[in-house]
């Protein structure tokens, strides 16, 4: 029973997320009466035109070039940050670390909604406003990529830079050709869930900019909604070639989160 159990739960569990992609896809190629239609139909009208509707709606070509652009941005000073204050809070010593680790873990608790009127003054103040930085500088670092990485390093074992050591190696040196290629499915981990909290942001840029040519994809979406209503098929069509290339990079970069836990395995001989 134990053996049916197990893939009968993660195929019901699979269902359950499945459903809201299913529903956004039969909405996107329906006619406008069958969005209302109760009970609803699971066989679409297969109106393909409300993608070229869709397209027609929002300059996509350009929110999707700075979309790549500030999502591309985030992740590598995510990457660069994370690695080295992870590296840092795990095995490096100086005075106050633990505090300093508490105080940077205390940032998760605050609500970003709280920050949004003080960033919006600060941002104007700066000049930042309705610009790439102010999109890509303040997300430049993660709370998530700091404690993973310094999670992950914590598991290293210490015969490793000890032999480091031993060979004049400081700590960039260990950190670069050590520690960082150990850490590479942590790292595509990291870099994944910032490429997707970048490319899914609608609330920040909604708010800190004002003109098509610096804004992304989701802000584009909001096209879709009208004082006369919300158009359900556009902005289903809209969504679904949004959302492709996300689920095409998951697919390719899935395998790392099953590997991630074998990162270490075969480091250490003896």
Do not use: H
Not at 90 to 97: E, H, N, Y
Not at 166 to 186: K, Q, Y
Request: aromatic share 16%.
């Amino acid at each position: 029973m134990g053996r049916l159990l197990q893939p009968g739960a993660a195929i019901a569990v699979g269902l359950i997320f499945l459903v809201p992609i299913f529903w956004m896809l039969i909405t996107s190629v329906a006619s406008d009466a069958d969005v209302f239609t109760f009970p609803p139909r699971l066989w679409p009208a297969w109106d393909f035109s409300n993608y070229a509707k869709a397209w027609g709606k929002s300059p996509w070509l350009t929110y999707f070039g700075n979309t790549v652009l500030i999502a591309g941005s985030v992740v590598l000073l995510v990457l660069i940050t994370s690695l080295l204050a992870g590296f840092a809070f795990a095995l490096m010593r100086f005075r106050g670390k633990g505090v300093l680790f508490l105080l940077v873990m205390s940032a998760m608790m605050v609500p970003q909604t709280v920050l949004l009127i003080p960033n919006f003054i600060m941002a104007q103040k700066l000049g930042w406003y309705d610009t790439y930085l102010i999109q890509i500088v303040p997300w430049g670092a993660s709370v998530f990529g700091i404690f993973l990485l310094r999670q992950f390093f914590l598991t290293l074992p210490k015969e490793l830079f000890e032999a480091a050591e031993m060979d004049g190696a400081g700590p960039l040196r260990m950190l670069f050709s050590v520690a960082a290629p150990l850490a590479a499915p942590s790292l595509v981990l990291v870099a994944l869930n910032s490429f997707m909290g970048s490319w899914n942001a609608f609330v920040w840029p909604y708010i800190m900019t004002k003109s098509d040519a610096v804004r992304p994809i989701e802000v584009g979406l909001q096209a879709f909604y009208g004082t006369e209503g919300t158009d359900w098929t556009g902005l289903c069509a809209a969504v679904s070639f949004t959302t492709l290339p996300i689920i095409v990079l998951f697919l390719f970069l899935q395998k790392y989160f099953v590997t991630g836990v074998y990162g270490t395995q075969g480091s250490v001989r003896g």
